[in-house]
């Protein structure tokens, strides 16, 4: 399989999410990209540049929120004994229903309030090389999607930061630009009709969010139970999508401490709902904070397990983008990856 990856996305270095009352140290850590090229490298593949697409971007995010993402650090250093990273310390009421629409652009000049509205938790810091990161993510993505348009049965984009929390005008989760949903986007301008199916530990809110009223885009999240892990608001049985996009979506929730057996079972359920809407291309949101030993995780993957995610991939038979997202189990990703694409291209 072709692999995308820019060493830029190495450079996003965060400080500081806050956990439980208490901050913490980051777990989306630069090393996570080492461990993951390590698991390339045992197969022999190098990935290759991606190129610069700025555009891209605009399929799926608001024009304000690009701007705020691209000009935030520039800003935050002005201010008088600023800290250390971008952080938030107010924010508007929203209700997180995924029906919402997307807000207008922040009324607020102040640097202060336009954080408060764009950054939706406290685990999206931005540090002075962050936009960088984010946008070399996307880019990699984009090129993963792009060598699919041209013809590649299926490309892994090495994104880092992940996106699939990040809606339209909003980041959170750790993610910024929500790569899965541009890669589908651009997959778009080729393929009629596709399929995202996301197996992150964690529902996919931002990509349900920005295709939820869209008939020609199913998105799939299968994550553990949100009633308590995040993302919290979203990622129940009743979001099914709205307007043209009803029936469009459709979230599986595990219980907690469920195994592969339950994962299996509901990527099967995924993969019949992607075969009765007749995609024709596949973006595979894929994270690996369903790993037993995740330090944030309540799904309990073994590595191993991960084949069994890519043989249930191939068997669509979909010309497919495989977008990085989670997994901060820094001694386990790089062998969960090496699993996904044993089994995906059916050499276990
Ligand atoms: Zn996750």
């Avoid at 508007?92 to 997307?102: A, H, I, L, V």
């Avoid at 869209?214 to 129940?236: C, K, M, Q, W």
Wanted: glycine letters at 10%; proline letters at 7%; hydrophobic letters at 40%.
């Amino acid at each position: 399989m072709r692999a995308f990856y820019h060493p830029d996305q190495a450079l996003h270095d965060p400080q500081q999410y806050m956990r439980y009352g208490r901050i913490n140290p980051p777990k989306d850590v630069p090393v996570r990209t080492t461990r993951l090229l390590e698991a390339l490298a045992t197969r022999g593949i190098v990935p290759d540049l991606p190129g610069e697409s700025p555009d891209a971007r605009l399929a799926v995010h608001t024009q304000g929120f690009l701007e705020y993402l691209e000009t935030a650090w520039d800003r935050w250093v002005e201010l008088p004994e600023h800290g250390p990273e971008v952080w938030p310390n107010t924010f508007p009421y929203w209700s997180g229903r995924p029906e919402d629409p997307s807000r207008p652009p922040c009324p607020a000049e102040s640097i202060v309030a336009r954080t408060g509205w764009y950054l939706g938790d406290l685990s999206v810091s931005l540090g002075p090389l962050s936009w960088t990161s984010i946008r070399r993510s996307c880019d990699t993505a984009v090129a993963a999607a792009d060598a699919v348009i041209a013809g590649e049965a299926a490309a892994y984009a090495l994104c880092r930061p992940s996106g699939h929390h990040a809606r339209a005008d909003r980041a959170s989760g750790f993610c910024f630009v929500n790569n899965t949903a541009v890669a589908a986007a651009r997959l778009r301008t080729k393929f009629p009709r596709v399929a995202v199916l996301d197996v992150d530990a964690h529902h996919g809110d931002g990509t349900q969010q920005i295709f939820y009223d869209r008939e020609d885009v199913l998105t799939i999240s299968v994550h553990a139970d949100p009633r308590n892990y995040y993302p919290f608001f979203t990622g129940y049985v009743d979001e099914r999508g709205t307007g043209d996009g009803g029936g469009c979506n459709l979230n599986l929730p595990l219980a907690h401490g469920s195994g592969a057996d339950a994962m299996f079972e509901a990527i099967d359920a995924g993969c019949s709902r992607i075969r009765a809407y007749a995609a024709s291309a596949v973006v595979v949101a894929l994270g690996f904070d369903a790993h037993v030993r995740d330090p944030i995780g309540v799904l309990r993957l073994e590595s191993a397990d991960f084949a069994g995610v890519g043989a249930r991939v191939r068997a669509l038979g979909l010309p497919t983008v495989v977008v990085q997202e989670g997994g901060y189990a820094i001694d386990a990703i790089g062998d969960c990856l090496t699993s996904f694409l044993t089994g995906f291209d059916g050499t276990t």
